[in-house]
């Protein structure tokens, strides 16, 4: 059989994906169930027969094994209980109904990270040591710095106050041009570590062995880069693809937020700020088996690439 | 090993390039400044005069960042957030080496299976969107000042503990070690004799780029409102503040705003030109 | 007709002080065959990157390089893209890195036809694998579609080789194509480019740090050292009247030794150490099926004594489990059967499991003497860590004054005592190895191709140390290495191993006059003759060591073996004792596998 090292790497990856999202379900209910207080504590004192009501409602007068239970089994079916603040909505249609804006950006970003990133990693690896590869990556380094929300509102005051080109808020238009100030924003980190990645690894792949054989071979940079250079010094970048993922999610919060955009993370930060305990960890567990099938995706995908694993 | 002996090893490992040293200096004296500043102010963070609220940078009555919407002075209040970065900095990292380093070493010194389940641990603990869990943390604990320490902490030891087994690993298959042992050198002395010494470079380079990742973390939330609560104050929170009123007084955002921002980029090419120093991989043949 | 001339060549790099390559000239003319010899460092690789324009961004070169009226120094790519693999080609030296490992031989070599246009449409694959072919790889048409980890060392230098050839290049250069390879393979490799020379008539430039090397291979020799040329002239007039003493010395490091310089003198007291039935095995994920371990076993059942004051060389290829068996008798790795004995008390597998005594006794000499000194540690430190260990009892001054006399014996300055490991000279970092291991007085030392990394002069340096050292001590040394010439130097008696078994195991002399074994007859006729009036003779094996996993039935060696017969692939054949000599053969008694007498 041809490829049955990634194939079996691919089927370990994927067996211990499984029980780390469900080690991971376990200690975000526990923690929930072990934090001082209940999520009505600080309501205004009710008569104690109204929070037995409460309490009998949402099951939290059941034994912590058998909430946990009731928990999990409804979560397999797609079943994150009822909001504690949103009273009439469930937590999975909160989520869904902002899903898919927050996806969208972060889809976005994403893209536009792999391929201005891309672009300038090989270019400053192959201008190397020259003044233009010094910009590039002093620049990076700032990107990697400056965080989210600095960059964020000072794009803002620059833009949209100032300049006036780009609205400075979400509802503040419905053109695709209210897209852009948050993409970038959420991108340029990423834009920035792809870019330091891409460049590290391609100088490490530029002056290899095998390289020197190709130059020695009288093939011209563009092939070599194209042919020899271009995948092996992608592979780093494909186990950052998992972190980015993380990075972006954590990114969206703060944009959403400086944006007034009504996506997941905005939905996040409100319920935290709220104690809406049953819609953080819905929130919570839902962006970690996002990441996780994420990296199981890249992990596997990597197994594909490297023939050295492929034919293991 | 002793401290001048300690500095000299470091000193063999890391050498000093020009970039260390000028971010070295540029992170001192913002610390410094964050630390005696204050002092020399007639205003505390906290006074509040409602007759000055967003008044511009001037030297009038010593508001040399001018003040906030409260009429509280700017140049206090940024330099007492500069000190909860220092302080969190501090704890997190701390708190990250403890754990990181011993984690690290334990798998890298124990080997096989042992470090095949502890490292297999950290990897998944890697995937994680840990923030989002610091924020859970948050939510069901209150907003416990220590806690946001100890939580971030705990989220930066992965590095740490990664890099410090990668690099106790290595240095257990060095022939070095090999010969240590046959001579009948004690595990616990070629631990601390053999391996800890060549691991003081990894270790101090991975702090300063802890460091950053530290103040950051604890910023995002500030400005999230998770973070420290008013009165105290941190970066994040007065960039939270400044965003509010960016288009009426744009240097409340601006300014802690900047210096958050290159406190961070200072002691990531801190942390770059230390690396580079340890590891150059432009060796000359 | 001169094909390439090489004036006043110099390459400096921007930080070091001195340059690498110091006013070089000489030419190379049609079909010549140029060998470019000097130790490591001495220049020789940047002037063959430096023909080719392949230096780092940091080198500085100035001088001239022509070839054929266009000068090479400071040409632009596009004209030197023109002159690369189609006028001149190179292969390198460590086939594993210089070919990339995620695309296939076949797209690889494809392109340098594409590049060059020799070819196009169907023409291009059937050309790659008419070349590959030629180089003698087995199979190029499945080859063609393998990565390159999939193929052996051999067959990847085989690639390398047909990969520079595609191109039908005037000049090849060659920068120690053999030194990464296993010594069987070596002559394969170094025949395969004498041939494919003699049918295309191309001029070779042939770089190694091995005089021998060059006699059978090349016309001209120039002998380098730290970036200059030290002495050039036609091979037999280097090797018949070396003006230089440098050159000298060279010559006599790779001439025939003097035999070992300490008498062995059998005494009637029992062996140092008895190795009986060891057994050594890895396990690693398994390759044939989703889940489990396989077994890797790296030593057969063997056994093996050592006495007090004799050397004992082991022999063998990569692979052989050599490095294994010394392993396992320190206790790194532990024996999966079988016992050790040291003087002749049981051992414990484990090195933790030994005592103070037991590990004293036994010391080793690592490949690489910088690496095994710890970085962080100085000198003194270093050497007298041993002592603070076995002999506590002793004060700063007495240990002070033992490492004193421990460097003088090994020949060391006292300044050295202050210094980190980094900065000594790989020859002085030896010495301190060697110092740090004897201190303790121990009655076995293992040596694991102590001299593999030093050249020429520092390397009979150490080995005149050790025979000192056992002339004064009576110290018994087991000597790992593959390279004949230092065994048949430094030993009494030879082991030679293939795949995990002792093939045959004999007195040093003996060996080498009337070895027994196929096998044995076929290391020694390998061995580069260090004299350009005695032809190669042609590779004495073909193909490479199998896979441990597919370990031949019957004779481990009978794919590989000329003399094999139908009892060889079924049968294993034992140990027997053949006038003093121990041989595992079915055919030893018969054969006559004396070599020739050389005629010089
Ligand atoms: S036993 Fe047979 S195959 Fe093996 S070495 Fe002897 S002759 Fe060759």
């Known amino acids: 059989m041809q490829q049955r090292g990634a194939l079996r790497f691919a089927l370990t990856r994927l067996l211990s994906a499984i029980p780390t999202l469900f080690l991971i379900i376990v200690l975000a209910f526990m923690m929930m169930h072990a934090a001082p207080g209940g999520p009505f504590d600080e309501e205004r004192a009710m008569p104690p027969e109204t929070a037995a009501n409460i309490e009998r409602a949402y099951h939290l007068d059941e034994p912590l094994p058998q909430q946990f239970m009731r928990y999990f089994g409804a979560l397999l079916q797609g079943d994150l209980g009822p909001s504690y603040r949103y009273p009439g909505y469930s937590v999975a249609e909160l989520i869904s109904a902002a899903m898919l804006l927050s996806l969208q950006l972060g889809a976005l970003a994403m893209l536009c990270a792999l391929i201005v990133g891309i672009a300038v990693g090989v270019l400053a690896a192959l201008r190397r040591n020259t003044p233009i590869d010094r910009l590039l990556t002093g620049l990076a380094m700032m990107g990697i710095s400056i965080p989210i929300f600095v960059i964020a509102p000072i794009f803002v005051l620059v833009f949209a106050v100032n300049l006036g080109w780009l609205p400075a808020s979400w509802s503040g238009s419905d053109s695709g041009s209210r897209y852009l100030l948050p993409v970038i924003a959420l991108a340029l980190p990423q834009i920035a570590y792809v870019a330091r990645l891409t460049r590290g690894s391609m100088i490490e792949i530029m002056s290899s062995d095998f390289v020197r054989t190709a130059r020695a071979q009288g093939l011209g940079t563009f092939t070599i880069v194209r042919l020899h250079a271009l995948r092996p010094a992608m592979l780093p970048l494909l186990s950052y693809l998992g972190p980015a993922v993380a990075a972006v999610l954590t990114g969206s919060v703060v944009v959403e937020q400086i944006f007034g955009i009504p996506g997941l993370g905005q939905l996040f930060v409100r319920g935290a700020l709220n104690r809406d305990y049953t819609l953080v960890l819905g929130i919570v567990i839902f962006y970690a088996t996002l990441v996780i099938v994420f990296n199981l995706i890249v992990d596997i995908l990597y197994g594909f690439l490297d023939p050295r694993i492929r034919n293991r | 090993m002793s401290m001048p002996a300690m500095f000299s090893e470091l000193r063999r490992q890391l050498g000093g390039s020009r970039v260390v040293v000028v971010t070295a200096g540029f992170l001192v004296l913002v610390f410094v400044a964050a630390i005696v500043g204050p002092m020399f102010s007639p205003h505390t963070y906290l006074d509040s005069n409602l007759d000055a609220r967003l008044i511009q940078p001037t030297r009038d009555a010593m508001h040399f960042f001018g003040t906030d919407d409260l009429g509280r002075d700017l140049f206090v209040r940024t330099l007492m957030g500069v000190r909860i970065s220092l302080v969190v900095a501090v704890i997190a990292t701390f708190v990250s080496l403890l754990i990181g380093v011993a984690y690290g070493a334990i798998a890298g010194y124990a080997g096989g299976k042992v470090d095949a389940v502890m490292m297999r641990l950290v990897d998944t603990l890697y995937a994680l969107p840990f923030i989002f869990f610091v924020i859970l943390l948050m939510v069901y604990f209150g907003q416990n000042f220590l806690l946001i320490f100890v939580a971030i902490g705990a989220v930066n030891w992965l590095d740490m503990a990664r890099i410090v087994r990668g690099q106790t690993l290595a240095l257990r298959e060095r022939e070095f070690v090999e010969s240590a042992r046959l001579i009948g050198v004690s595990p616990a002395r070629i631990v601390f004799r053999h391996i800890t010494p060549n691991l003081l470079g990894v270790v101090v380079v991975y702090v300063t780029l802890t460091v950053p990742q530290a103040i950051l973390i604890e910023s995002f939330m500030s400005f999230l409102g998770l973070g420290i609560q008013e009165p105290q104050t941190s970066l994040g929170s007065l960039v939270n503040n400044g965003v509010r009123h960016m288009e009426s007084a744009p240097w409340v955002l601006l300014i802690p705003a900047t210096l958050l921002a290159s406190i961070l980029l200072c002691f990531n090419f801190l942390g770059d030109g230390l690396r580079d120093q340890l590891d150059p991989k432009e060796k000359p043949e | ?600």
Request: hydrophobic content about 40%; charged content about 20%.
């Open chain 3, 1 to 600: 007709m001169t094909l390439l001339s090489i004036r006043d060549l110099t390459i400096r790099y921007e930080r070091s002080p001195r340059p690498v390559v110091d006013t070089l000239s000489f030419s190379i003319a049609k079909g010549d065959s140029v060998g470019l010899v000097g130790a490591s460092g001495s220049g020789k690789t940047q002037t063959a990157l430096a023909i080719l324009g392949l230096l780092h961004g940091k080198a500085r070169t100035t001088g001239s390089i022509r070839y054929a009226q266009q000068e090479l120094v400071g040409a632009s790519e596009r004209v030197l893209n023109n002159i690369r693999a189609r006028r001149i080609a190179m292969v390198f030296q460590d086939p594993g890195t210089a070919l990339n490992p995620y695309l296939r031989i076949g797209t690889q070599l494809r392109q340098v036809v594409l590049q060059h246009r020799l070819a196009t449409g169907a023409e291009v694959n059937q050309r790659v694998i008419r070349m590959l072919a030629k180089t003698g790889l087995p199979d190029p048409q499945r080859q063609f579609n393998a990565y390159p980890h999939q193929l052996s060392g051999g067959m990847r230098q085989r690639v390398m080789i047909a990969s520079a050839l595609l191109g039908e290049p005037e000049l090849l250069i060659a920068d120690e194509p053999t030194t990464a390879i296993d010594a069987t393979v070596q002559a394969q490799i170094l025949a395969l480019l004498r041939e494919l020379r003699q049918e295309t008539g191309t001029a070779l430039l042939l770089i190694t740090h091995d005089l021998a090397i060059v006699a059978g291979n090349c016309a001209r020799t120039l002998v380098l050292h730290d970036g200059r040329l030290l002495e050039e002239g036609s091979t037999q007039t280097i090797f018949a009247r070396p003006v230089q003493e440098r050159t000298r010395s060279m010559l006599a490091a790779v001439r025939e030794g003097h035999g070992p310089a300490a008498e062995f003198c059998a005494s009637d007291r029992g062996p140092t150490l008895q190795v009986r039935d060891l057994t050594v095995s890895y396990t690693e994920p398994a390759s044939d099926r989703f889940w489990g371990r396989s077994e890797r076993v790296a030593v057969q059942p063997l056994s093996v004594g050592i006495r007090r004051g004799e050397t004992v060389a082991i022999v063998g290829e990569s692979g052989c489990g050599k490095t294994s068996l010394a392993r396992a008798i320190l206790g790194l790795v532990p024996a999966r059967g079988g016992s050790v004995r040291l003087f002749g008390r049981d051992l414990s597998p484990q090195l933790r499991g030994r005592n103070n005594t037991e590990r004293r006794n036994l010391q080793l000499v690592f490949q690489n003497p910088v690496a095994s000194l710890n970085p962080a540690l100085r000198i003194k430190t270093a050497i007298a860590e041993p002592l603070k260990i076995h002999e506590p009892e002793l004060t700063a001054a007495e240990r002070a004054e033992r490492v004193a006399r421990m460097l003088e014996r090994v020949n060391l300055d006292d300044e050295l005592l202050e210094r980190l490991p980094h900065e000594l000279s790989g020859g002085q970092a030896q010495r301190v190895a060697i110092a740090r291991a004897l201190i303790v007085r121990p009655a076995l030392l293992i040596c694991d191709e102590a001299v593999a990394s030093l050249d020429g002069p520092v390397r009979q340096g150490i080995l005149d140390l050790l025979a000192e050292e056992q002339r004064r001590s009576a110290l018994s040394i087991i000597f790992i290495s593959h390279d004949l010439n230092i065994v048949r130097q430094i030993s009494h008696r030879v082991l030679v191993m293939y795949m995990g078994r002792i093939v045959e195991t004999s007195v040093s002399r003996t060996l080498f006059s009337k070895p027994l074994h196929p096998y044995s007859r076929a290391l020694i006729d390998c061995v580069p003759v260090p004299d350009p009036g005695v032809m190669p003779p042609a590779p004495p094996v073909t193909g490479e060591a199998p896979s441990v996993f597919a370990r031949p039935d019957g004779c481990v060696f009978h794919p590989r073996c000329r003399y094999a017969v139908e009892r060889c692939k079924t049968e294993m054949p034992h140990e027997e004792c053949i006038g003093g000599t121990l041989v595992a053969c079915h055919r030893a008694a018969e054969l006559d596998l004396s070599p020739a007498r050389r005629v010089s």
